[in-house]
C-alpha cells in the first residue's frame, strides 16, 4: 500500500509540473504575437530583425521546458524507486519480525515442555518417597507388634506359672485373679499359650467342683 502511495504522489507531481510548463510556453507565445503587432509599422530590416530575436527566446523556453520535463519524469522514476524500496524493506521487516516471534514462540514451548517433564519427575519421586516412607513405617508396626507380643507372651508365660503354682497349693482364689488378667490379654497371645490358658481354665473348673462336691 505505501509503494501505490507513493507511485501515485509522483505521477500526480509529473502531471501538474508538466502543465505549469505547458502554461509558461503559451504565456511567451502571447506576448510574441503582441510585439508582432505594434511593430508592422516598422521597415523592413527591423521587422527581420525583432522576428529573428523573438524565435530564439521560443527555442530556449521549449529547450528549459523539455529539460524541466526530463526533470520531472526523473524525480518521478526516483520517488517510485524510493516508494518499491520502502515496501521491500517493510515486507523484509515483517518477515524478520515473524521469524523472531515464532522462535520466541517455540522456545517458550520447549521450556513449558521442559517443566512439564520437571513436573512429572517431581511427582514420581515425591510418589516413590511416599511409597518407601510408608513400607518402613508398616515395618516399624509390624516389629513393634512384635515386640509388644513378645513382651505380652513373656508376661502371660509369668502369669501361667504363677496360677499353676497357687493351683498346686490347691489356692484357687489367687490362681483365678492371675486367671482373669490372662483372660483380658489373651487376643494378644500367640496359639499355644491360647491353648495352655483354656487348659488351666478347666483344670481350675474342675478342681473348683471337686471343692464343691467335696
Do not use: H
Not at 501538474?16 to 523592413?44: F, H, I, N, W
Not at 523556453?61 to 518521478?76: I, N, P, V
Not at 504363677?162 to 487376643?187: E, F, G, H, T
Amino acid at each position: 500500500m505505501q509503494t501505490t502511495r507513493l507511485t501515485t504522489l509522483a505521477a500526480a507531481s509529473t502531471l501538474a509540473l508538466s502543465l505549469a510548463l505547458v502554461g509558461c510556453g503559451e504565456g511567451d507565445g502571447t506576448e510574441e504575437m503582441e510585439e508582432s503587432t505594434g511593430v508592422e509599422e516598422t521597415t523592413a530590416d527591423e521587422t527581420t530583425t525583432a522576428g529573428t530575436d523573438a524565435a530564439e527566446p521560443s527555442a530556449e523556453a521549449g529547450s528549459a521546458l523539455d529539460a524541466a520535463r526530463a526533470k520531472a519524469q526523473e524525480a518521478a522514476a526516483s520517488l517510485q524507486e524510493a516508494g518499491e524500496q520502502a515496501g521491500i524493506a517493510a515486507s523484509e521487516a515483517a518477515g524478520d519480525a515473524f521469524e523472531a516471534l515464532k522462535a520466541k514462540a517455540d522456545e517458550a514451548a520447549a521450556g513449558l515442555q521442559q517443566a512439564g517433564a520437571q513436573a512429572s519427575a517431581a511427582a514420581a519421586a515425591a510418589a516413590e518417597a511416599a511409597s518407601a516412607k510408608t513400607t518402613e513405617l508398616t515395618t516399624a508396626m509390624a516389629e513393634q507388634t512384635g515386640q509388644m507380643r513378645q513382651s505380652a507372651g513373656a508376661k502371660a508365660e509369668q502369669m501361667i506359672t504363677r496360677v499353676q503354682d497357687y493351683l498346686s497349693q490347691n489356692d484357687l482364689n489367687s490362681a483365678q485373679s492371675v486367671m482373669d488378667k490372662l483372660v483380658r490379654m489373651r487376643d494378644q497371645l500367640s496359639e499355644d499359650l491360647r491353648q495352655e490358658i483354656d487348659s488351666l481354665r478347666e483344670k481350675m473348673a474342675e478342681m473348683a467342683n471337686n471343692e464343691t462336691a467335696g
